[in-house]
């Protein structure tokens, strides 16, 4: 089943939980109620937002992530549940992991992100063609930082060369840190459920950074926001309307392929975790990533 991504923004929302259902009212009045067991990811992002302690605790009980926003519309936080019977056993494969593996599957990581932002840039096949070479140069733990020189050709091709990635910068920055969120959100909801710690990385490593593990498995799913954020740019969009986060927040259920099948990012995400996890245990050694796909998912998102 695909997890719903709920946002909420509007001022005035009362949140609760009546018979194992979130239900969403707005100045006093019923706006819609969803199950529990539907919802994926709940974000917050209005400071005007109530609601009850039984909509945290259940949300995070039945596996869902919360992601309160601040003024930006940038994450203060993820709230996570902790509920799998075999976190303990991978939790220790996590911790001992050796360095030589965690070096490959950032290998691994780093090849697919480049491939990834190859593919958005049909536009521009000279680029196109040099990503994709790169991608297949990348050595164990990326030692030449292919990543860093592959950003400097993509970003130009991508969104213009005026454009530099800053995330207090101008937009459409702003849209790129909306749709990062929401995936790092869903990628560090998959982590937990797969009984691992999102804050234990394969490269990423920062004493501030409770998600640094999320924030590796999200580098490879960024070009599905880019392009999205492409298009939102030619149309000459800048604000962060309800449209535009409507837009962002349904690359969680884009269509992707992930090994010979294809299906919702959401569902991916799933299988992609799970596949580390294995990779930890030793039992594999090929990280499962999901891989664009051209075509969209239907719409699952709602916005209030």
Not at 66 to 82: A, E, F, K, M
Request: charged share 25%; with cysteine.
């Amino acid at each position: 089943m695909i997890k719903r991504t709920i946002e909420i923004s509007s001022a005035g929302v009362f949140l609760s939980v009546e018979m194992d259902q979130l239900v969403i009212r707005w100045e006093g009045d019923e706006l819609q109620r969803v199950p529990i067991e539907d919802i994926g990811v709940l974000i917050i992002d209005t400071y005007g937002a109530t609601y009850t302690h039984a909509v945290i605790t259940r949300l995070l009980s039945a596996g869902a992530v919360i992601v309160p926003c601040d003024g930006r519309h940038l994450p203060c936080g993820l709230l996570l549940g902790q509920d799998n019977c075999l976190q303990t056993q991978r939790l220790a494969t996590q911790v001992q992991a050796a360095l030589p593996l965690r070096k490959q599957l950032w290998r691994q990581v780093v090849s697919a992100k480049i491939a990834h932002q190859a593919e958005m840039l049909g536009h521009a096949p000279a680029v196109q063609s040099a990503l994709r070479g790169m991608s297949r140069r990348v050595r164990s733990g990326d030692p030449e930082n292919l990543e860093a020189q592959a950003a400097r050709r993509y970003w130009p091709a991508m969104l213009g060369a005026e454009f530099r990635r800053d995330p207090d910068g101008s937009p459409p920055n702003n849209f790129l840190n909306y749709g990062y969120m929401a995936i790092r959100a869903a990628v560090a909801r998959a982590i937990a459920g797969a009984g691992l710690h999102p804050s234990l990385g394969l490269h990423h490593h920062n004493r501030s950074n409770a998600f640094c593990l999320a924030d590796d498995l999200v580098e490879p799913l960024r070009p599905l926001v880019d392009r999205r954020v492409r298009a939102l740019h030619q149309a000459g969009r800048y604000d962060i309307d309800k449209d535009a986060k409507r837009g962002l927040l349904e690359v969680l259920t884009e269509t992707v392929r992930l090994a010979d099948t294809a299906g919702p990012l959401l569902v991916a995400l799933e299988r992609m975790a799970a596949s580390l996890a294995r990779c930890y245990a030793g039992e594999i050694r090929r990280l499962e990533i999901p891989v664009p796909w051209k075509s969209a998912d239907t719409d699952s998102c709602g916005c209030w």
